[in-house]
């Protein structure tokens, strides 16, 4: 049930919405509203859709590795950017993958930063134009990337696109993060999370960050 103050299904999160956000959940679920107490304001920051292509290359830097390697590896390939910059399509496909390599990337990584960035230069994939794209049109856009998948694309709608209502059931923590916090014997399907999941409508997005945080593993 949406209220008539709750954002735009399109539209990004104010820090306003996040506020609001918080008291709509603690209202619709004690389990949840105990796990706002604990730990506060919501960390989802607001104002970063102007930067999508770096929160992809960031994506697939960090796939399989450790939240500290996968810091270090970014960091060496912004330092392969012009001024030590934001990676942009052009500074990438301009390194070589020895460059690419040297820094940490493997063969794979290396090949889906090239598609990516190959695609995003053509114009086949525009990273510059999701924000009037529903949720699953964004989906569908940038799933045409090598390499990114659908629980990247929705990290990319919560964290950088900041869309209030999204559940990324396949998440390993957030899957964790259900069964620790509503006790559940069994590990919840993709059906139950969405059951339990219905009454944070339209603020997914942000009950999804309290569940992260609830596992001491704030995104």
Known sequence: MKSATAPAALTAMTDADLARARRHLM???PVLGAIIKRYGACGIKTNRADDIFAGLVQA??????????????????RALMPDG???????LL???DDELRAVGLSRQKTAYLRDLSTKV?????????????????????????????????EMILIFRLARPDVLPVGDLGIVRAF????????????????????????????ASWYLWASLENKP
Not at 60 to 77: D, H, Y
Not at 122 to 127: D, I, L, M
């Open 85 to 91: 910059g934001t990676p942009t399509p052009e500074a």
């Open 27 to 29: 209202r619709r679920d």
């Open 121 to 153: 230069m053509t114009g086949e994939v525009r990273t510059d134009a999701l924000g009037p794209m529903s949720d699953e049109e964004i989906v569908a856009e940038l799933t045409r990337i090598k390499g990114i998948g659908r629980w990247t694309v």
């Open 94 to 96: 301009r390194r070589s």
């Open 179 to 206: 069964q620790k916090a509503y006790r559940l014997r069994k590990v919840p399907d993709a059906r139950r999370m969405e059951k339990i999941a219905a009454a944070w409508r339209p603020y997914r997005s942000v």
């Open 60 to 77: 697939i830097v960090s796939q399989q590795l450790s939240t500290r390697a996968a810091a270090t590896i970014f960091g060496r390939l």
